[in-house]
């Protein structure tokens, strides 16, 4: 994040640090992610102790070209030339220097929090303010204990209004971060059930965020969700909004829809007051009120407020990685373009592996706080500090700072118009492209030319839920425990090298495919994490070799066309994995088998064996528990011999997902962490909210049809309606993955919200609904599956497991994946 500068003695003064400085440097950068390093110069390295120890690290950042860290404790290597800031606790003393510069700026804050809804008003209220202030927010959803510190270090003595939101899952959290925020107008949005599980109820909760605005001027908050606590409140000046009680400061009666648009009518300081939002969906709705009674609470007028919310547009958190023309990769983040958002995206694209070659097209940045020469001159250093290959700059300001891009590859055009002329010459070609635009450069259409055109039916992968389900394991693990993630079957349907990056990035240790084939597009997509293939065919040992692939050797007959592999190919200490069967009765050396097994490792120069691990046949099930015991005791004699034989350690893992879950006792050197990546766990109960599922499937609505009483539906005349109704005819079929087992109303799809059962057989491309009573258009979104409709409910409908669900979604279904 860049900011203003400050010398280290200072800042060494004000997070009162031990240490000797070595060097009086200038710091403008705050750093906590030794892989998303920029300005190092000028960084600051937090060394921040979460799931994984910042302090291991410091030897990266100190590659990358940092000279200045603050630590719990001094380093072990001797690191020449660089400042170690000594303190108690790290993030303590991040959010100290936040604060501090917090305090030099005496500009208005507008402090946001709440269950849902943060981000979007956060947003929403720069896109309505933006006008007559110069504003500093948290970049994408930037508001944790982390996050805030890093949004507020960017305030300027250009800015004169700050937004910040603020997000909380603990007590005693919030009060760290309104002393960092110090907000003059506090913003609560709709209060839920997210991170309920934190607190012992919903009062410490609502208690606890209400902390944010304790030396706030005025609170603006929706009066129905705090009627409860009007005691709590009485220290507070509020400004109120309303769908049901007219003492609201703002009472919203009437509620209308016209012409695509929601037309509100209230009553405020005893007259009537309007505006138009141009959503429909609820939870917009509720947003735009919010910001709403916020403009009028800041004295603008009822009539200019409702000018500009008239004007509001929808906010693309999201980036989006797309299958792109000529064997691209698209990431679209077409909507924004400001300087924080632009180092997140760039930081997205360099974890891309997919394609050597990266490009950035990129339009005018406005409102940065900056001038132009200093805001383009820093663009053009993030640029090179990211190794982006290919640039294409878009925009008057760009183009009359072309001389600042040091690029061996780049083009510049005055508008968007000007590039989709020149799309041609350009030439994109097996590249990962990043689309970055501020929204009056309509980068859609840029977007749009460069994606692949595909099916309707799409399945949205959603990348932050994956991590999230990585993490959530990560913290179940004993230290030192490595990750080995399970990415056979196209990653459970969900894909190849985009989840796999997302997996090398935030460094798991080993990944699994089924077959060799697999592991060699894993190579070919840049990915060079270590990958065990289960199931290697003897005749595709050369691939294997050449992609430096490790294979699984589970019975005598594999064991032998490896070795007569080995020797034609003259390769030493190649290395193998052991798998050993413990009870699953598929592929592994059975416990009698082990002494034979032995003899043939006994002085094998041809192997170096990695790891010995089994697989649980039922770790989920509290039934066979006591089978699962037995197979924890055939598979600790079976690699205690083994190592005595080979006389060295090896890596022992056994757990499967459910039995991270059940089985800390099962976890030894590593675990095999598969379907629950993906948000589906048998062992977790219905009421823990720490997994998210990562997929959503949706597709849409082709004709809407009325039908009579008795008409028949389908193949075979197999549905009909038990009375007059209507059906939607979806693009969705057996050929897509929606098997025809989900035919005749035993699968169910959202329409609008609305549970719509199936009518008739399931055909090839296409299946029929009941939406007899549901308000529905052609072209209309229908939910196959996703957080609210769970896989789990599908597969239980049909007799079946997640896993067969996901897998058998095709591959003409386009994937899309969402990062924020």
Known sequence: MFSNQYHIK?????????????????????????????????????ALSGRRNGHEFIASAYSAGVRNFVVK????????????????????????????????????VIGITGSNGKTIVKEWLYQLLSADK???RNPKSYNSQIGVPLSVWQITDKNNLGIFEAGISLPGEMDKLEAIIKPEIGVLTHLGPAHDEGFENTREKVLEKLKLFKNCKMLVHNYDQLLDYKKDLLAYTCFTWSRNFRQADLYVFTETVIAKNYYLRAKYKGKEI?????????????NAIVCWATMLAMDYTPEEADKRLERLTPVSMRLELKTGINDCSVIDDSYNSDIQSLEIALNFLGQQNQHSKKTLILSDIFQSGLKEDALYQLVAGMIKTKKVDKFIGVGNALVSHEQLFDIPEKFFYSDTESLLQNLNTVNFKDETILIKGSRSFEFERISQALTQKAHETVMEINLNALLNNLNYYRAKLHPGVKVMAMVKAFSYGSGTFELANMLQYNKVDYLAVAYIDEGVYL??????????????????????????LEPVIYSFNLFDDFIKFAQHRSLVNYPVHLKIDTGMHRLGFEGYEIESLCDLLEQNKYMHVISVFSHLVASEAAQHDEFTLKQIKRFEKAYKQIEKTLGYKVIKHLSNTSGITRWPQGQYDMVRLGIGLYGIDAAVPASDNGLQPIASLKTSVSQVKKILKGDTISYGRSGS???????????????????????NGIGQMLVNGVLAPTVGNITMDMCMLDVTGIDVNEGDEVIVFNDKLRIEELATEIGTIPYEILTNISQRVKRVYFYE
């Open 274 to 286: 309007e505006c138009i939002i141009p959503f429909l969906d609820q939870a917009s709705i509720e």
């Open 721 to 743: 309606l038990p009375v007059d109704g209507k059906i939607a005819t979806v693009r969705i079929g057996y050929a897509d993955g929606y098997l025809r087992a989900f035919g």
């Open 73 to 108: 404790e001094g380093p072990e290597l001797k690191l020449p030339d660089a400042n170690f800031l000594i303190v108690y606790d790290v993030l303590g003393a991040l959010q100290t220097l936040a604060a501090y510069h917090r305090d030099q700026f005496k500009l208005q």
């Open 134 to 136: 110069n504003i500093v």
């Open 10 to 46: 200072l800042i060494q003064q004000i997070i009162n640090a031990t240490g000797e400085l070595v060097n009086d440097n200038i710091i403008s950068t705050l750093l906590t992610d030794s892989r998303r390093i920029n300005n190092a110069a000028e960084g600051l390295f937090f």
């Open 523 to 548: 190579r070919e997509t840049g990915i060079e994490l270590p990958i065990m293939v289960l199931n290697a065919e003897p005749s595709a040992f050369d691939k294997l070799v050449t992609y430096e």
